[in-house]
């Protein structure tokens, strides 16, 4: 399959096409929009990251060491954004989410505004996706579902 | 004779700011207050020229250093007609006035079974150390709804109002809603029944009356940084007969009188509540905030912050889909709404991209979101150098946002 580093350099090659902030952030929008829906039964409060500056649910599931992962979120913007790490991540082998060293809020110019507030969740599920993904491994113990779940 | 409030917005330098491309809006004022000049140059000045530790050194800097200290503190007993300067006691925050009293006062008046009154429009920081207070002396903890209007239902207070009840705590303005709160009536309602009340006056003290001896209040509480004053400075000022009667809340240097291994004696007010070395240019920049909110008029800067006020709410309400929080009587300063269908959240992000500074979440009131069934709202705050080219940015603001989410 693709690598992480593929989907990124072409995820980074679209946004650089878009010239202001309002075209990248228009983009990230559309890309939030078009997020397939979180099961709802998913949709519970053991799933919902805290934090103040919106609602976020998520969810992870580790099969044949690989990871995938759901979520939803009153934000628009954080939709984008998990639209995005679900593009880069999900069903890739839980070591290479483990080890992935993602450049692309970076390079994008919009984590400088989204990683700045630390109750928005994005840091949250990135370390939620990695701490997931070094239990999933073959020989690690194995979570019980509910931990899979990844609320905290 | 005072100055016009036009004149204001040129004595704050990071109003020149340039913010993703577009000169800074700022209207976060409720969070924190910008600072002018005369403020920073003071906080500097301090630092340079005579910086020591107060009270105890016999040098030059020293005494210079303590003078500025307590001229500050005259000066803050005078801004709020405090009967005495020892009546002034400068804490980190409002957030630390307020616990002090709830550990200090609460360690000596209350007992299992008393009671204690808050309201549902308080800032965390006026609801939680009361909370804790209760569950510590296993005390009752009650709460004082807001009807529709975002406005406290004094019929509940008078029913809450019993033989038990130890202490009021209530805001002067709600950092949420806006919402002024009749405090001289919540006063005199628990004065007749013999309760002494405190006031957190965060967002009023900057905007409103701050006369507590008219208001009566047994307390009062405010921190300098939402008043154009240096962050980390805050005030308690407290009665006389209170401050005496409470026991310490920190202790160790500045705090004692005389320290033996079998009994500790404490010094006088208002250094019995000043444990530690204090933070010396805080309240000498806080002093010179005050001196710069006296050079304008009063009555001049209310009437000009409540046109301001209303030309926002009328700029806001013509927006489709806005929901404007709360229609209080008398509101300061504040303007809580969201879009409907739009996250609180992406609307702070995207008028930042615009140079725009509001708030967005639950601003620290649980309880308020919780009553009104919204996960968080979209806050824009006023303060004196404000003016309509600032909401007309944010009311500009506003609709690129509603293009940008094709609402």
């Known amino acids: ?47 919902k990251v805290h934090g103040c500056q919106s609602s976020v649910w998520f969810a992870i599931r580790c099969e044949d060491e690989k990871i995938s992962f759901q979520a939803d979120s009153d934000s628009l913007i954080i939709k984008g954004i998990v639209a995005i790490l679900q593009k880069l991540l999900n069903g890739q082998p839980a070591k290479a989410v483990e080890n992935a060293d993602l450049t692309i809020f970076n390079t994008l110019g919009l984590w400088k505004h989204l990683s700045s507030q630390r109750s928005n969740g994005v840091t949250a599920m990135l370390s939620h996706l990695k701490a997931a993904a070094i239990l999933c491994q073959a020989g690690a113990p194995k979570p019980s579902s509910a931990d899979a779940g990844a609320g905290a | 004779m005072s100055r016009s409030v036009l004149s204001a917005r040129a004595d704050f330098p990071i109003l020149n700011e340039t913010v993703n491309d577009h000169p800074l809006v700022y209207l976060d004022n409720a969070a924190t207050t910008q600072k002018p000049e005369v403020v920073l140059q003071a906080m500097d000045d301090y630092y340079r020229h005579y910086n020591a530790n107060i009270h105890r050194g016999n040098h030059a800097l020293a005494a210079r250093a303590t003078q500025a200290h307590e001229e500050a503190r005259a000066k803050v007993a005078r801004f709020l007609n405090a009967e005495d300067p020892k009546q002034i006691i400068f804490t980190r925050g409002t957030t630390e006035s307020i616990n002090l009293v709830a550990y200090s006062f609460g360690d000596a008046f209350i007992q299992a079974g008393d009671e204690v009154i808050t309201t549902q429009l308080e800032h965390h920081s006026n609801y939680v150390p009361w909370e804790l207070l209760c569950q510590r002396k296993q005390a009752k903890f009650q709460v004082i709804p807001f009807d529709e209007n975002g406005e406290l239902n004094l019929e509940v207070f008078k029913s809450l109002l019993n033989e038990r009840t130890r202490i009021v705590a209530v805001n002067q303005v709600s950092n949420s809603l806006g919402t002024v709160n009749p405090v001289e009536e919540i006063i005199r309602i628990a004065h007749a029944a013999g309760v002494p009340v405190l006031v957190d006056g965060a967002q009023g003290v900057q905007h409103l009356e701050r ?20 962050m980390g400075i805050g005030v308690l000022y407290g009665k006389e007969k209170w401050l005496e009667a409470m026991p310490p809340f920190l202790s160790g240097g500045e705090m004692i009188d005389t320290v033996t291994s079998s009994s500790v004696t404490f010094n ?46 009328e700029q806001l309400a013509d927006i489709p889909g806005i929901v404007i929080y709360g229609n209080p009587k008398q509101r300061s300063c504040i303007i809580p709404f969201n879009l409907e269908g739009v996250s609180a959240y992406d609307v702070g992000i995207l008028l930042d991209t615009q140079g725009v500074a509001v708030r967005t979440g639950q601003h620290c ?28 940015a944010l009311i500009k603001g506003i609709h690129r946002v509603l293009k940008i989410l094709k609402r």
């Not at chain 1, 090659?13 to 202001?20: G, I, Q, S, T, W």
């Not at chain 2, 008219?214 to 154009?228: I, L, P, R, T, V």
């Not at chain 2, 007010?269 to 240019?281: N, S």
Request: charged content about 25%.
């Open chain 1, 1 to 47: 399959m693709t690598t992480i580093t593929d989907i990124e350099q072409s995820l980074i090659d679209d946004f650089a096409v878009l010239e202001n902030w309002e075209e990248r952030y228009d983009y990230l929008i559309e890309l939030g929009q078009n997020l397939s829906p979180m099961d709802p039964e998913l949709k519970i409060d053991d799933n």
């Open chain 2, 268 to 313: 006088v007010l208002p250094f019995k509540f000043e444990a530690g070395t204090p933070y010396v240019p805080g309240p000498i920049g806080l002093g010179v905030a005050i001196d710069y909110l006296e050079t304008f008029d009063l009555h001049e800067l209310q009437t000009y912050e409540d046109g301001l006020l209303q030309y926002g709410l």
């Open chain 2, 211 to 230: 006369d507590v001896q008219k208001m009566d209040c047994d307390f009062y509480a405010f921190s300098s940084h939402k008043m154009y004053g240096p």
């Open chain 2, 365 to 392: 009131t649980q309880p308020i979101m919780d009553a009104l069934k919204i996960p968080g709202t979209v806050r824009a705050s006023l303060a004196l150098y404000n003016n309509k080219e600032d909401v007309d």
